[in-house]
């Protein structure tokens, strides 16, 4: 959420912002709403003052043991209309900040300015693409031959868009997620968080999921409980209304979760395999830092998520997103591609971005500096360090052999047991 009083005075930054963004912002409705509030408040507080003006004066006239009623019963009116006045202000109050929750985040001077992927910069390659001497087949061709993934089981257990991972395969899906936990918490220095899989309301509008992503969510009905669409939301709020003294800046945190999106604008995407589920696992990392070091941290963070690829020995490409491709909440984005051999392309795996102050001010996390002096908002970061799933299909595409096994990479053979995933 932007500063009103900076989003007031900056107009012409935002209606620039949307431009390059694709976005639609109604400032005429704002300037608007913000006039009658401007001179509403103008109004009540010349009513203010005159009746305080004129209690000094009830209390001159009761003094002298003069007759105040008239004066009294004018106050009386004045009173109410100051009440009524407030009333309206509140709710013009409420109406502003309904309307900044749904202004996106202003992009870095640093992002290509585009409407699409098509614009998105490609930064840097690593690895090469596996060279096969065979057709490789697509994960889920891959997994039902080795009996490891079995889609009909979950689409009669629950519906589309869901996996039954079965033997190895349910066996690799927990190898991924317990290397990347012990590469972040004991390489790279995040501290390990299990957070509650439900969230609530409040929750999900400080991290900036809500009110725009609500048609995307599952909420549990009758409750003020949500299912989680990341634990980005909920390592984000651990600090919510807080204020966090600087020395204890950076603070990194990562957590393994299921996660669970309705897919609503997902309708004939990715309808075959795993790559696009209702529910997956994913293992976040998220920031909290001093304003002046987060795209320093940024890089860091990119740099974290791009170690569990070549660790792993996969193919991939970073890539810096255009404005136009970027999430509601991020300042600056970066995505990790893998390539998957089946479709001969790279698909996303990981997004990591710089949100700056834009989800701490709507969640309330400030920091204290050292010297003393008035608090701040911190700046966030998340990323993706992986997502489980997308990496099942990784290591299985790029590991695939002729005879239907599967190579087992080096870092993930102490969590296996095993070398290669034997074909059915």
Known sequence: MHDL??????LDVFAEMAKKRGTVLDLDAFRKLDKER????????????QRNKASEEIARLKKEKRNANALIAEMKQVSERIKQSDERIAELDAQQRDFLLTIPNVPHSSVPVGASAADNAEIRRWGAPPKFDFAPKPHWDVGE???????PAATKITGARFAV??????RLERALANFFLDVHTREHGYTEILPPFLVNTASLTGAAQLPKFAA?????????????????VELHNLYRDETIPEEKLPIHVTAWTACFRSEAGAAGKDTRGILRQHQFQKVELFKFTHPQKSYEEHEALVGNAETILQKLGLHYRTVLLATGDMGFAAAKTYDLEVWLPSSDEFREISSCSNCEAFQARRAGIRYKPKGGGKSDFVHTLNGSGLAVGRTWIAVVENYQQADGSILIPDVLRPYMGIDRIPAA
């Not at 995307?216 to 669409?229: A, C, G, I, Q």
């Open 5 to 10: 009083n900076y989003f007031r005075d900056h």
């Open 38 to 49: 401007r001179e509403l408040i103008t109004a009540t507080e010349q009513l203010k003052a």
């Open 145 to 151: 031959r080795a009996g490891i993934l079995d889609l």
């Open 165 to 170: 991972y079965k033997s190895w395969g349910a």
């Open 216 to 232: 995307d969510l599952f909420r549990v009905e009758n409750t003020d409980f949500w299912l989680t669409p990341t634990s980005e």
